[in-house]
């Protein structure tokens, strides 16, 4: 990381950028609880006890497995605690393109810290990263690299809002969020990315070559029509395999 050409942050624009505070309200969480509680489980699967481990999901999710969570969730998980540690990292808000966009921000206090936006994936949320986002911004070690994280939630996402018009794919969204390091002062910055966060990043790197600094993805994707000849036996079946899914058991992508 010591090769790269850090993006020390320029002041943000404090007009465009607003903190926000997550509030979920006590009816909502009761009403969530509620549900939970009576929630119609299916029946147990027909073979119960067929083999151990990871095996027993052979014939679907267990019945004792889902209760356990169901359970978790209704009667032992603390949103409260998980709303306070989202503000403790820093909630902001902001508008691009008419539609407002929610996303944590915690800036370093390394003098030689990277930005770094991490983009989450469908189903999932800002909830993957928060985990790291103290270690990244601060690590213990004075030789592992610093950053300063900026995790937004996908438009319908979250806290940020839910577009009213079509046209939110990948390629606009990559360039909202180059809009929204932008506005926090990154003008060159890291991207990860993992699912459709994974093709987010992908475009943002094909796109923003000026912006972008470097792409770490767990969706690996190649450019379309490039020639099989040179791969391996395991690398030509991988993509025989790719192909295939995309072309017969992509589902809900088609």
């Known amino acids: 990381m010591s090769t790269l050409d850090h993006a020390q942050p320029s002041p943000p624009d404090s007009i465009a950028v607003q903190p926000f505070t997550a509030d979920a309200t006590d009816a909502e969480l009761d009403d969530l609880r509620t549900r939970l509680a009576a929630a119609r489980l299916p029946e147990a699967e027909t073979v119960h006890g067929a083999a151990p481990g990871q095996a027993r999901w052979d014939q679907g999710v267990p019945l004792a497995d889902l209760v356990e969570a169901v359970n978790y969730w209704r009667t032992e998980y603390d949103w409260r605690s998980f709303e306070t540690r989202l503000d403790r990292i820093g909630q902001f808000r902001t508008t691009i393109d008419g539609l407002g966009i929610h996303f ?20 999932g949320s800002i909830a993957e990263f928060v985990h790291v986002v103290d270690e990244l911004a601060e690590p213990q070690e004075p030789a592992v690299p610093a950053f300063h994280v900026v995790v937004p939630s996908l438009p319908g996402f979250g806290y940020s809002d839910r577009p009213t ?4 794919g990948t390629e606009k969204i990559a360039a909202a969020w180059v809009q929204l390091m932008g506005r926090l002062g990154y003008d060159r910055f890291l991207a990860h990315g993992g699912d459709w966060g994974g093709n987010i990043t992908t475009v943002l790197a094909g796109r923003f070559p000026g912006h972008v ?7 690996a994707e190649a450019p379309p029509g ?29």
């Open 104 to 123: 944590l921000h915690r800036r370093s206090t390394r003098a030689d810290a990277t930005p770094l936006l991490l983009t989450h994936g469908w189903p």
């Open 165 to 168: 018009t079509t046209g939110w």
């Open 213 to 219: 600094l470097g792409v770490h993805t767990l969706f």
């Open 226 to 254: 490039l020639s099989v000849d040179g791969l391996t036996a395991d690398e030509r079946r991988w993509t025989e395999e790719t192909r295939d899914f995309w072309h017969h058991r992509a589902a809900y992508a088609k």
